[in-house]
């Protein structure tokens, strides 16, 4: 019979208790710390705490933030759970909160704060989060003029790659969370792409590829992807005909 080592039974264990708990466990020792924070821990929890008969939906709103229960089978959407974002995110008179949404993977949420344009790796369950350094000198995330994307690489290190547009200039920067730094890789466009006649779409992964729509903002406008593979760090882009968006239809 082969033996397990302490380590496997400890990440047994650790990956089916609540993600609550899972933030106080870290703080007893640096071996569990280091265990929890791990990318390889935070699929696993994540995929065990993943029921799709009863998922859960974080909602942001004006003035509150909660988290509601809902069942993708029944449709029943049950009263929410007040949660506290634990950073900067209201208005400078507090009465609103100006937090968004850009991108999650594997229960981690990249917000930014419209305000301030500061980006935020946040868990809203175990109320972790760490805000990013800015790769520039001036000012950081801007909500109508960049993207950004999150992923894995093959070493299993948390990355996040941002696209910054900037008087039709362009940038491309990936942070490595393993090295708390910034890195720029080559990305080039034509100069139209890159005014704010376009609207750039933060990225979702699938399969190894992050994908970015963009789409102009003209009545019979050009729409195109852009590909990132995130093991050989190439970019691609493909056009494609005029896709739906939230304003193209209504329920009836």
């Known amino acids: 019979m082969v033996e397990l080592s ?3 039974i400890l990440f047994g264990i650790l990956t089916r208790v ?12 640096k071996t569990w710390n280091a265990l929890l924070s791990g990318n390889a821990f935070v699929r ?11 998922q859960k939906v974080l909602v942001i709103e004006n003035q509150t933030s909660s988290i509601h229960p809902i069942n993708f089978e029944t449709h029943d959407y049950e009263p929410g759970t007040s949660i506290t974002i634990p950073f900067d995110h ?14 999650h993977l594997n229960g981690l949420l990249c917000v ?32 109508n003029l960049d993207a950004v994307g999150l992923y894995t690489d093959t070493h299993d ?28 890789i ?29 789409s102009e903002s003209v009545v019979g406008g050009s729409h195109f992807m852009i590909s990132f593979d995130v093991n050989s ?3 691609h882009m493909k056009n494609f005909q005029r896709f739906l968006t939230m304003e193209s239809f209504i329920f009836i």
């Open 6 to 8: 302490t380590e496997m």
């Open 18 to 29: 609540p993600p609550k708990a899972v933030g106080r466990f870290k703080s007893v020792c």
């Open 44 to 54: 696993e929890h994540c995929s065990r705490s993943a029921i799709p008969s009863n």
């Open 90 to 103: 209201r208005s400078y008179d507090n009465r609103f909160i100006v937090v968004s949404i850009l991108s």
């Open 112 to 143: 930014c704060n419209k305000i301030t344009s500061d980006l935020f790796l946040w868990n809203p369950v175990t109320t972790a989060f760490k805000r990013l350094p800015p790769p520039f000198s001036n000012e950081f995330y801007k909500d």
């Open 157 to 184: 290190d948390f990355k996040v790659l941002y696209i910054r547009r900037r008087d039709a200039t362009l940038a491309v920067n990936v942070y490595s969370r393993s090295d708390e730094s910034w890195r720029n």
């Open 186 to 214: 080559h990305l080039a466009l034509p100069s139209e792409y890159l005014t704010t006649r376009f609207h750039w779409y933060s990225g979702t992964l699938c399969g190894g590829t992050l994908y970015f729509t963009v």
């Open 233 to 235: 760090e190439q970019f």
